[in-house]
């Protein structure tokens, strides 16, 4: 059985206690959510360590947002995998939609990027999506198809067990706008069957598909109730403690 996964991406908000003290309100309430659902923080590089001190030991993991291409070295400004290992994380994201449109982000540096992560012992939260024009021009699945394999062809059966793919449709991205759970079903449905293509059935089956984009209490329920969505990534209602748990009791 894949894993149901929420995981909070806090971008560039919050300064370092306002951080910590949103880690808090999520370890003291995450006793609420069923022990089968993992919860994920990723947190803004200079926030990794206190709020590492702070999820020690409980059930929420520790994400970064990205990760260096390079293992280590002069790269003014980049940090590496293995500074992410050392402040205790266990995830970071890779390819999010923001990264690609403002920063430049390819896919051979992704492939790179993964490379790293999974050879440091980092599990990998890729994300993939397609954006307004592309969804309306009718170009969606091969949009997401394509990402997905362009990344994820490049690896193993054995490194699928580390890797989650996020599901964000661009439009949906801090705009309001969520697509409707029959739009999220059958792009999960579809980059499942990609993921099958390559690796076989089971390895389909077991990796955990999530949804993101404008995910919140009042509409979690319907996409996760969908066979193909095993839990989101969240955005803005991340950064309210009682929203991010209120999804994660939405299974
Ligand atoms: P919002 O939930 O703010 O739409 O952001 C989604 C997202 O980009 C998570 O990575």
């Given at each position: 059985m894949r894993k149901k996964i929420v995981a909070g991406n806090?971008?560039?908000?919050?300064?370092v206690p306002e951080g910590v003290e949103l880690a808090k309100a999520v370890v003291a309430k995450s006793?609420?959510?069923?022990?089968?659902v993992g919860l994920v923080v990723a947190a803004p590089f200079t926030h990794l360590a206190p709020v590492a001190a702070v999820v020690k030991g409980t059930r929420v993991a520790l994400s970064a947002q990205n990760c260096a291409?390079?293992?280590?070295?002069?790269?003014?400004?980049e940090v590496s995998v293995d500074m992410l290992k050392s402040v205790d994380c266990e995830y970071t994201i890779l390819g999010h939609s923001e990264r690609r449109q403002y920063?430049?982000?390819t896919d051979a540096k992704l492939v790179e990027k993964t490379r790293l992560a999974l050879a440091a012992g980092l599990k990998v939260i890729l994300c993939v999506g397609e954006n307004l024009d592309e969804r309306e021009a009718g170009k969606h699945f091969q949009v997401v198809s394509d990402q997905t394999k362009a990344v994820?062809?490049?690896?193993?059966a054995e490194d699928m067990k580390n890797i989650v793919v996020a599901y964000e449709p661009v439009w949906a991205i801090g705009t309001g706008k969520t697509a409707t759970a029959e739009q999220a079903e059958e792009i999960h449905a579809c980059i499942r069957k990609v993921l099958a293509e390559k690796f076989g059935a089971q390895v389909a089956d077991d990796t955990t598909i999530l949804y993101g984009g404008s995910c919140k209490p009042s509409n979690a329920k319907e996409l996760f109730a969908m066979p193909d969505i095993d839990g989101g990534l969240i955005g803005?209602?991340?950064?309210?403690a009682d929203d991010f748990i209120g999804i994660a009791l939405s299974f």
């Open positions: 806090w971008k560039m908000n919050t300064i006793a609420e959510v069923p022990a089968e291409d390079k293992e280590k070295g002069a790269y003014t400004g920063y430049g982000e994820l062809y490049n690896f193993s803005g209602a991340a950064l309210k």
